[in-house]
């Protein structure tokens, strides 16, 4: 009989991954962290500012979402222009869900419009 639960464990900031720390300090400086499950090899994250992040085993950001607006500055240069273009199009919309895999960007828009775009820029769905 296998076991399939997740073991969480809590941990403090000092225990992060310094890429994880820097990554946070450096985009969500104003903000506390509320508090840190690592599951396996895996750190989710909650800050006080609402913004939920998970990282992966090598400390790289895999899921943010957040309760407000998720700044478009967190992804590459290319994939940012391309959903500040989109969203130019449609008023008082915000990204509030990023999902980063294998091969393309996840990103949730208010308005109910999810993009998909491949790490080169290419838009998949929008």
Do not use: Q
């Amino acid at each position: 009989m296998t076991n399939n639960l997740k073991l969480f464990i809590k941990i403090t900031p000092s225990k992060l991954p310094e890429n994880i720390r820097n990554f946070i300090a450096l985009n969500y400086s104003k903000a506390k962290i509320v508090y840190i499950d690592k599951v396996k090899d895996e750190y989710e994250i909650k800050l006080s500012n609402g913004i939920y992040i998970n990282f992966d085993k090598n400390g790289s950001w895999n899921y943010i979402s957040s309760d407000d607006k998720l700044s478009e500055n967190i992804l590459p240069k290319n994939i940012a222009h391309k959903v500040k273009s989109i969203m130019k199009k449609y008023k008082n919309t915000y990204v509030f869900e990023i999902n980063r895999r294998i091969e393309f960007y996840r990103i949730r828009l208010t308005n109910s419009l999810e993009l998909r775009i491949r790490h080169n820029g290419e838009i998949l769905l929008a």
